[in-house]
């Protein structure tokens, strides 16, 4: 990506609004479009900046990418339709290689906090002994359909523990946060030679 002072401000906005965004998801649950389109025209306008129709090509061959990565876990009702939105919007600044990464990377790091939520509403909200009266109905359930190819349900506490919902778009942030940081696209050369100038400005006036 080449660096200039308007990309970098557009990439400026793009780390807000996924700050933003995350916030919503957070307290709400939810990824608001307006943020989704944000994310889609800021990605095909630094595109175009930066290679014309080729790059508003790649720009959209990112979104594409992105849509059919997480398309599949919203089929199996493993992710809501705001997340599948947030990665595909984010492709078109990604590009589809880096895309691919971020996914890569958002359902690594998606995975880890999903683990420390369990465990944490497991130890501190269910306590010690029925977490493992729940690891123990889970075993019983595996048990039982690998000798009888028959699902039975785990009882209703563990069902309830494991329909923990947290904020996805903080996974895809950074996984496609840490993708772009790859390449040093968060270097920020311009804004930091303007804001060096300025400074020198003010400190020369005072």
């Given at each position: 990506?080449?660096?200039?002072?308007?990309?970098?401000?557009?990439?400026?906005?793009?780390?807000?609004?996924?700050?933003?965004?995350?916030?919503?998801?957070?307290?709400?649950?939810?990824?608001?479009?307006?943020?989704?389109?944000?994310?889609?025209?800021?990605?095909?306008?630094?595109?175009?900046?930066?290679?014309?129709?080729?790059g508003?090509?790649?720009?959209?061959?990112?979104?594409?990418?992105?849509?059919?990565?997480?398309l599949?876990?919203?089929?199996?009702?493993?992710?809501?339709?705001?997340?599948?939105?947030?990665?595909?919007?984010l492709?078109?600044?990604?590009?589809?290689?880096?895309?691919?990464?971020?996914?890569?990377?958002?359902?690594?790091?998606?995975?880890?906090?999903?683990?420390?939520?369990?465990?944490?509403?497991?130890?501190?909200?269910?306590?010690?002994?029925?977490?493992?009266?729940?690891?123990?109905?889970?075993?019983?359930?595996?048990?039982?359909?690998?000798?009888?190819?028959?699902?039975?349900?785990?009882?209703?506490?563990?069902q309830?523990?494991?329909?923990?919902?947290?904020?996805?778009?903080?996974?895809i942030?950074?996984?496609?946060?840490?993708?772009?940081?790859?390449?040093?696209?968060?270097?920020?050369?311009?804004?930091?030679?303007?804001?060096?100038?300025q400074?020198?400005?003010?400190?020369?006036?005072?």
């Amino acid at each position: 990506m080449v660096h200039t002072l308007i990309t970098e401000l557009l990439l400026t906005l793009t780390l807000l609004l996924m700050a933003v965004v995350i916030l919503i998801d957070m307290k709400w649950h939810k990824i608001p479009n307006f943020i989704c389109l944000s994310f889609l025209s800021i990605g095909l306008a630094v595109q175009l900046i930066n290679d014309g129709l080729i790059g508003l090509i790649y720009g959209t061959a990112g979104v594409a990418c992105g849509f059919l990565l997480f398309l599949p876990f919203y089929i199996l009702k493993g992710m809501a339709a705001g997340d599948v939105k947030m990665l595909a919007s984010l492709g078109a600044i990604l590009g589809p290689q880096e895309t691919f990464f971020a996914a890569m990377f958002t359902l690594i790091i998606g995975g880890i906090l999903a683990l420390v939520i369990l465990l944490y509403k497991a130890l501190f909200h269910v306590g010690f002994r029925k977490t493992l009266d729940i690891l123990h109905s889970y075993l019983d359930s595996i048990q039982i359909f690998i000798a009888t190819k028959t699902i039975v349900r785990p009882n209703h506490q563990a069902q309830e523990l494991t329909n923990t919902r947290f904020p996805y778009a903080l996974a895809i942030s950074a996984g496609s946060f840490t993708a772009l940081s790859q390449h040093s696209i968060f270097s920020f050369i311009h804004i930091k030679a303007l804001l060096a100038s300025q400074l020198a400005l003010t400190g020369g006036l005072l």
